[in-house]
Each structure stands twice: as structure tokens, then as C-alpha cells.
């Protein structure tokens, strides 16, 4: 039984669309008709069927599904910690079953949900294993155990000889991550590794290893239970159903535009225009210029300039332009200078990279439905608004919007 | 206590140091040697079971049943092949050491997590790096734990063995010597020191387990 849902116009071995072929850190990976039956005398479907995928160089595949689909099943063949039944899979066209297992295993990165990092060993300990293994000398595992940590926003000299029972749950899974780069390895292989922390977090953790894989551009195989997670992350999505089905492999647009099947559809869920604004960041929209005053401005001019905007609040920052408060209107003195003590209200401070998701929902949640866009440094860049990103995405329809039934 | 009563004679004590010390140190090295081959047999079958789970009933089995039969008993069935010698005194001491230790060493092995034992293989280490670099030394809590449990109870177990002969005797010998002269102190020094013994090796080894496992320390004190 061969099942492979394509996005339409791709090719049945589900080739992607792919941008460009070289990448700086990755290789390719391919399934190659991939089936894993557990109980080998069992008829039925088995927990993988017949999976035929590639991952290109470089690029972010995520497989999402149901619980129980054979996501972490695709993934540990590609490591063989799980051997297939049938079917090859191959890492830049070399067939990967006929490699020497624990050779293969230093060249790929791992990082499961629980981490799994040695609790005897020190945070520099931990993420030197593999390069210890290699045979590095100490100081150059020294030096890149350093790297590393600085890498994942942990400061070396204050973690570094600390176990990890002293790291809290985000911390840890940064050292996972840490520890998996260790080689430089050009796969990784990533099985729900933002699970276990929680939402606020796991968010914070998402959006560092999308910037890191800005610099590495390793092949990642991600797993997730989480479509909204497979959204934000993947380049590509391979969306699983139970019996190991790949049920449609594309972009994440591809995926919420036009869903292969009910199945698919389902799963995206319904809220998919909204789904899509995950796709996009605010950079994508034109900010609004924010009517902003320095505190120890003058007053009368602050209120003439507010009265010229059509936004019924001034923007109060500091003197390096840093956001302090929204002052109303109305609540501006006649003369005087302008202090701290009359912003009353505050936005959510958003940056370029946030999502258009995150940014509505964070505007929601506000007391002045705008976000503050600032710069690295903290300083006010502009503003967006609800209504623009509603504008927006009315003069951006995807095809989520025009399409009404997924194509058969 | 005072040196006039007839109970305790210091004066003896004072006079034998030398056969004191000789017997204490005897007795230890008795221990010691038990505990010892106790431990790399019951090591072995650790592995063993921890190749094949299937091997750790039948083999639990058999080290329940030796633990069960007398010591008498067992000087009785050896003395007649192996004679009167330090083999027939310390093939029953280890023979007692093994049902703990080998129930310690496969729960050491055991308590290693399971996502430590996946990132470990995930990583590359291959089944002996594995076992030496991450399952023994997160073993080792529960390792010497039974490894101290053990020592004290052999020790103890010590005291017996001047049954066979002189030879053996460490500080049992002063019980036994005690009795048979009607001399109270030598008892009391051979069950002072006895006692004394098991407690320092006990807190010997909970100082050692501290030592070798300092990441245990550090999650107690935090960050
Ligand atoms: N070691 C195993 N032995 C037998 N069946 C297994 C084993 N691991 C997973 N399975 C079964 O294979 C199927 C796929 O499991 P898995 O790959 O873990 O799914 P997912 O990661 O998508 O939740 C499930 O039905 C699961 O019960
Ligand atoms: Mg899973």
C-alpha cells in the first residue's frame, strides 16, 4: 500500500519546493519508502508506513500529528535507534543502514523532550560529550563547550561547572540544545523538545532556536504534537495520522492554504486565517509612526502634536527614546513640562520578528489596543495597531482566504 | 567506668595492645577480602542480568536459597574439602554478601533514567561507554549503599569464624578466649571493638558515597 499526499504539482517521492540547493551546515535526508512494523508477524498497518519524504539541506522539516502517528518512530530510524522494516533512508544520498551506527549517531544532533542530561556531569561536562567522544583535546573542548553555552543565551562562566539539577526546566533544554550542536552536526534531530516547559517559555525557547538556525541552517527533523509549533517553526510540515500515514507534506502556507484532506483540515483546525498570521512578522507591515515626546518636554507643543494624530494618546519615552507610558490626550497639561507621572497606560513592546499572531494577541490583552515596535536597544521604532493587521490581512488574502474546499 | 573494678581489667588491655590491634586489623581484612569477592561476583551478575533481565529471577533465587543456609551448616559441608583453611572461612562470608549485592547492584543500574540512557545512545556512546561513563556512576548511590550494608553484616559475621580455627579468629577470638576462661574483659573487648568497627566502616562508606557523587550535594543545596 503506497500512501503519499503531495501538495499538488509535487512529485509522489514528496520532493518540496526547494529555494535553494546548497546550505551552509546541512545535509540532505531522505525517506525512502520507510516502513516499521514493531510486531513483524502483524498484519495491519504498521506504527510507520511506507514513508517517503526529503528533507533538503539546511531546512526545518517538522512531522506533526496525533499522538501515537509514528512521528518519534520516523525520527529514531534516522539515528537508528529504531531500525526500519523496509525502506532506506539516506543522509546526503548515502544509505544511512549501511553505516556503522554509533559513527552515524556522533554526526547527528539529538534533543528528546525529557533532555536526558547526565545528572554526575557539570553543564560543560554534558555538552562536551560528543566532542570528548571525538577525541577533542580539552581546551579545544573547552573553548567550544564556552561557544556553545554563550550560543544559547547561558552564560559560560556562571553555568558551566553547575549540574543540572541546579538549572530550571528552560535552562536545561537550552543545554540540550547546547550539547546536540556540540559537533557541529549537519542533521538534528528534535523529538517535542519545547514540550515539557511551560507556555511562556516554551515560546522564548521557539523563537532563539528559529535565530540560531538563522546562522546554522543544519537539517532539523522536528516533532510536535503542536500544529501551532509546526506552523512557527517548519519550513516544511509533514502532517501524520495514526498507522504512520504521511497525510500531506508542503510549506506551512501550502498546509494552511489548501489541506490535502478532512483529515488535514481537521487537524489545522479551524481558525486557519488566524493560524496563518503566525506566519507572518511585523516586519511585514508598515508601522505607523508613533507621536512621541520626551519627558521635560514642553506640554503645550506635546498637546498640539497629539491633537494633530488621529491616535488619541502621545507615546512618553525616556531620553534614549526607550517607551515609558501612554499619556491620553485629554490628560495633557496646558503648560508646563512633561513628567513620568502622567503615563497612565502601557502597551505590549513588540520587535520585528513577532509574529502577527502573537502580536494581536498580545494587543488584545492590553489596555491601549497598539503595540509598541522597538529596536534591539529598546528604542520606539513605531507602532501597530489591531486594525492595521486586520487591514493587513485583508489586503493579503492567502489562499486559506479565497480557497473554499481543499482541492481533492 | 574505673580501672578498680574487676569487670574490666585495664591493666590487661593495656598490656595487649599489640594483640589487639594484630586481631582488629585481622578482622577487617577478613571483612574486607568477603566483601571484595562478594562484590565483583554480584557485579558480574549484574551485568549479566542487565544484558538478559530474564537471568534475575533464577539467579536472585539461588543467592535467597545460600543466604538462607546456616553457617554452621556450611563449615560443616567445606571443612572436610577445603580443610581448616582461610578459604573455608571466606567462601561463607561471601556466599552471605551476595544476595544484597547483587539485588543493590542491579537497582543501581536500574535507577538510571530512562531518557539519560536514550540521550547516551542517541549521542553515540557505544554499550561499554555507556555502562562506564553514565549507568555505573548513576549507579552508584545504590551500589554502595549495598555495598556498606554488607561490610557491616560481614563484619559481624566475622565474630563467628574462630569456630574454625584460631587461625581465623579477629575479634571473635577474644569472645570465644573470654568464655572459655571466664575472663569478662576479653569479651567486652572483643564486642566493643566489634561494634566499633561497624560503625566507623558504615560512616566510611557514607563519607565515600558522598565523595563519588557530589552532583547529589549540589541539588541539595540548590542554585
Ligand atoms: N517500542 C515499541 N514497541 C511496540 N510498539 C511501539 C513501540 N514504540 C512505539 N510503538 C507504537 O508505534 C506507534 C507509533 O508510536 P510513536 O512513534 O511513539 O508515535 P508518536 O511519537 O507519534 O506519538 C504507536 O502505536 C505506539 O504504540
Ligand atoms: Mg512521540
Same mark, same amino acid.
Given at each position: 500500500?503506497?500512501?503519499?499526499?503531495?501538495?499538488?504539482?509535487?512529485?509522489?517521492?514528496?520532493?518540496?519546493?526547494?529555494?535553494?540547493?546548497?546550505?551552509?551546515?546541512?545535509?540532505?535526508?531522505?525517506?525512502?519508502?520507510?516502513?516499521?512494523?514493531?510486531?513483524?508477524?502483524?498484519?495491519?498497518?504498521?506504527?510507520?508506513?511506507?514513508?517517503?519524504?526529503?528533507?533538503?539541506?539546511?531546512?526545518?522539516?517538522?512531522?506533526?500529528?496525533?499522538?501515537?502517528?509514528?512521528?518519534?518512530?520516523?525520527?529514531?530510524?534516522?539515528?537508528?535507534?529504531?531500525?526500519?522494516?523496509?525502506?532506506?533512508?539516506?543522509?546526503?544520498?548515502?544509505?544511512?543502514?549501511?553505516?556503522?551506527?554509533?559513527?552515524?549517531?556522533?554526526?547527528?544532533?539529538?534533543?528528546?523532550?525529557?533532555?536526558?542530561?547526565?545528572?554526575?556531569?557539570?553543564?560543560?561536562?554534558?555538552?562536551?560529550?560528543?566532542?570528548?567522544?571525538?577525541?577533542?583535546?580539552?581546551?579545544?573542548?573547552?573553548?567550544?563547550?564556552?561557544?556553545?553555552?554563550?550560543?544559547?543565551?547561558?552564560?559560560?562562566?556562571?553555568?558551566?561547572?553547575?549540574?543540572?539539577?541546579?538549572?530550571?526546566?528552560?535552562?536545561?533544554?537550552?543545554?540540550?540544545?547546547?550539547?546536540?550542536?556540540?559537533?557541529?552536526?549537519?542533521?538534528?534531530?528534535?523529538?517535542?523538545?519545547?514540550?515539557?516547559?511551560?507556555?511562556?517559555?516554551?515560546?522564548?525557547?521557539?523563537?532563539?532556536?528559529?535565530?540560531?538556525?538563522?546562522?546554522?541552517?543544519?537539517?532539523?527533523?522536528?516533532?510536535?504534537?503542536?500544529?501551532?509549533?509546526?506552523?512557527?517553526?517548519?519550513?516544511?510540515?509533514?502532517?501524520?495520522?495514526?498507522?504512520?500515514?504521511?497525510?500531506?507534506?508542503?510549506?506551512?502556507?501550502?498546509?494552511?492554504?489548501?489541506?490535502?484532506?478532512?483529515?488535514?483540515?481537521?487537524?489545522?483546525?479551524?481558525?486557519?486565517?488566524?493560524?496563518?498570521?503566525?506566519?507572518?512578522?511585523?516586519?511585514?507591515?508598515?508601522?505607523?509612526?508613533?507621536?512621541?515626546?520626551?519627558?521635560?518636554?514642553?506640554?503645550?507643543?506635546?498637546?498640539?502634536?497629539?491633537?494633530?494624530?488621529?491616535?488619541?494618546?502621545?507615546?512618553?519615552?525616556?531620553?534614549?527614546?526607550?517607551?515609558?507610558?501612554?499619556?491620553?490626550?485629554?490628560?495633557?497639561?496646558?503648560?508646563?513640562?512633561?513628567?513620568?507621572?502622567?503615563?497612565?497606560?502601557?502597551?505590549?513592546?513588540?520587535?520585528?520578528?513577532?509574529?502577527?499572531?502573537?502580536?494581536?494577541?498580545?494587543?488584545?490583552?492590553?489596555?491601549?489596543?497598539?503595540?509598541?515596535?522597538?529596536?534591539?536597544?529598546?528604542?520606539?521604532?513605531?507602532?501597530?495597531?489591531?486594525?492595521?493587521?486586520?487591514?493587513?490581512?485583508?489586503?493579503?488574502?492567502?489562499?486559506?482566504?479565497?480557497?473554499?474546499?481543499?482541492?481533492? | 567506668?574505673?580501672?578498680?573494678?574487676?569487670?574490666?581489667?585495664?591493666?590487661?588491655?593495656?598490656?595487649?595492645?599489640?594483640?589487639?590491634?594484630?586481631?582488629?586489623? *585481622?578482622?577487617?581484612?577478613?571483612?574486607?577480602?568477603?566483601?571484595?569477592?562478594?562484590?565483583?561476583?554480584?557485579?558480574?551478575?549484574?551485568?549479566?542480568?542487565?544484558?538478559?533481565?530474564?537471568?534475575?529471577?533464577?539467579?536472585?533465587?539461588?543467592?535467597?536459597?545460600?543466604?538462607?543456609?546456616?553457617? =554452621?551448616?556450611?563449615?560443616?559441608?567445606?571443612?572436610?574439602?577445603?580443610?581448616?583453611?582461610?578459604?573455608?572461612?571466606?567462601?561463607?562470608?561471601?556466599?552471605?554478601?551476595?544476595?544484597?549485592?547483587?539485588?543493590?547492584?542491579?537497582?543501581?543500574?536500574?535507577?538510571?533514567?530512562?531518557?539519560? =540512557?536514550?540521550?547516551?545512545?542517541?549521542?553515540?556512546?557505544?554499550?561499554? *561507554? *555507556?555502562?562506564?561513563?553514565?549507568?555505573?556512576?548513576?549507579?552508584?548511590? =545504590?551500589?554502595?549503599?549495598?555495598?556498606?550494608?554488607?561490610?557491616?553484616?560481614?563484619?559481624?559475621?566475622?565474630?563467628?569464624?574462630?569456630?574454625?580455627?584460631?587461625?581465623?579468629?579477629?575479634?571473635?577470638?577474644?569472645?570465644?578466649?573470654?568464655?572459655?576462661?571466664?575472663?569478662?574483659?576479653?569479651?567486652?573487648?572483643?564486642?566493643?571493638?566489634?561494634?566499633?568497627?561497624?560503625?566507623?566502616?558504615?560512616?566510611?562508606?557514607?563519607?565515600?558515597?558522598?565523595?563519588?557523587?557530589?552532583?547529589?550535594?549540589?541539588?541539595?543545596?540548590?542554585?
Amino acid at each position: 500500500m503506497t500512501v503519499t499526499a503531495t501538495p499538488a504539482g509535487q512529485p509522489a517521492t514528496g520532493e518540496p519546493p526547494t529555494d535553494d540547493g546548497s546550505a551552509r551546515g546541512g545535509a540532505t535526508v531522505e525517506f525512502r519508502h520507510v516502513t516499521k512494523r514493531y510486531d513483524p508477524g502483524q498484519k495491519g498497518p504498521g506504527a510507520v508506513n511506507d514513508l517517503s519524504l526529503t528533507v533538503p539541506a539546511g531546512k526545518i522539516c517538522v512531522l506533526v500529528g496525533p499522538s501515537g502517528c509514528g512521528k518519534t518512530t520516523s525520527l529514531k530510524m534516522v539515528n537508528r535507534l529504531i531500525e526500519p522494516t523496509s525502506g532506506e533512508i539516506l543522509i546526503d544520498g548515502r544509505n544511512i543502514l549501511k553505516e556503522d551506527p554509533v559513527e552515524l549517531r556522533r554526526r547527528i544532533g539529538y534533543v528528546i523532550q525529557q533532555i536526558g542530561l547526565f545528572p554526575h556531569q557539570t553543564i560543560g561536562q554534558n555538552v562536551a560529550v560528543v566532542p570528548a567522544l571525538l577525541g577533542w583535546d580539552a581546551s579545544r573542548r573547552r573553548k567550544r563547550v564556552d561557544e556553545l553555552l554563550a550560543t544559547v543565551g547561558l552564560e559560560p562562566d556562571r553555568y558551566r561547572d553547575r549540574y543540572p539539577s541546579q538549572l530550571s526546566g528552560g535552562e536545561r533544554q537550552r543545554v540540550g540544545v547546547a550539547r546536540a550542536l556540540a559537533a557541529d552536526p549537519p542533521v538534528m534531530l528534535m523529538d517535542e523538545p519545547f514540550g515539557a516547559v511551560d507556555p511562556i517559555v516554551r515560546d522564548r525557547l521557539q523563537n532563539e532556536f528559529l535565530r540560531l538556525q538563522g546562522d546554522l541552517a543544519k537539517t532539523i527533523l522536528f516533532v510536535t504534537h503542536d500544529i501551532d509549533e509546526a506552523i512557527k517553526i517548519g519550513d516544511l510540515v509533514a502532517v501524520m495520522r495514526v498507522g504512520g500515514v504521511l497525510a500531506q507534506f508542503g510549506t506551512p502556507e501550502e498546509i494552511l492554504a489548501s489541506p490535502a484532506s478532512d483529515f488535514v483540515a481537521r487537524f489545522v483546525g479551524a481558525d486557519r486565517g488566524l493560524k496563518r498570521l503566525a506566519l507572518f512578522r511585523v516586519r511585514d507591515l508598515e508601522l505607523t509612526p508613533a507621536v512621541t515626546a520626551r519627558v521635560g518636554d514642553p506640554a503645550s507643543e506635546a498637546r498640539q502634536r497629539a491633537a494633530a494624530d488621529p491616535m488619541p494618546y502621545l507615546l512618553l519615552v525616556d531620553a534614549d527614546r526607550r517607551p515609558i507610558g501612554w499619556i491620553a490626550e485629554t490628560r495633557i497639561p496646558r503648560d508646563g513640562t512633561l513628567d513620568e507621572s502622567l503615563a497612565s497606560a502601557m502597551s505590549p513592546l513588540l520587535d520585528r520578528n513577532t509574529t502577527l499572531k502573537d502580536a494581536l494577541s498580545m494587543m488584545l490583552d492590553a489596555a491601549v489596543q497598539a503595540g509598541i515596535v522597538v529596536d534591539r536597544a529598546g528604542r520606539v521604532e513605531g507602532i501597530v495597531t489591531v486594525d492595521a493587521i486586520t487591514a493587513w490581512a485583508r489586503e493579503n488574502p492567502g489562499e486559506a482566504d479565497s480557497i473554499e474546499a481543499p482541492p481533492a | 567506668m574505673t580501672g578498680d573494678r574487676p569487670l574490666i581489667d585495664w591493666a590487661w588491655i593495656a598490656d595487649h595492645l599489640d594483640d589487639i590491634v594484630l586481631r582488629t586489623v *585481622q578482622h577487617l581484612w577478613l571483612a574486607t577480602v568477603a566483601v571484595v569477592a562478594g562484590f565483583i561476583i554480584a557485579m558480574a551478575l549484574a551485568l549479566l542480568v542487565r544484558r538478559s533481565r530474564v537471568t534475575y529471577g533464577p539467579i536472585t533465587a539461588v543467592a535467597g536459597i545460600l543466604y538462607t543456609i546456616p553457617a =554452621l551448616a556450611l563449615f560443616a559441608v567445606l571443612v572436610p574439602i577445603t580443610g581448616l583453611s582461610l578459604l573455608t572461612a571466606e567462601i561463607p562470608l561471601t556466599i552471605y554478601t551476595l544476595l544484597i549485592l547483587i539485588r543493590s547492584n542491579v537497582a543501581g543500574l536500574d535507577s538510571v533514567p530512562a531518557d539519560v =540512557l536514550e540521550a547516551a545512545q542517541g549521542m553515540g556512546l557505544s554499550g561499554s *561507554q *555507556q555502562l562506564r561513563r553514565v549507568e555505573l556512576p548513576l549507579a552508584v548511590p =545504590l551500589i554502595v549503599a549495598g555495598i556498606r550494608l554488607a561490610a557491616v553484616s560481614t563484619i559481624g559475621l566475622v565474630m563467628i569464624l574462630s569456630l574454625i580455627g584460631d587461625e581465623f579468629g579477629g575479634l571473635g577470638l577474644f569472645i570465644k578466649e573470654g568464655i572459655q576462661t571466664f575472663f569478662a574483659t576479653k569479651i567486652y573487648v572483643g564486642a566493643v571493638l566489634s561494634v566499633t568497627l561497624a560503625f566507623a566502616v558504615d560512616f566510611l562508606f557514607v563519607r565515600l558515597q558522598r565523595s563519588l557523587t557530589p552532583w547529589i550535594d549540589a541539588r541539595r543545596v540548590g542554585a
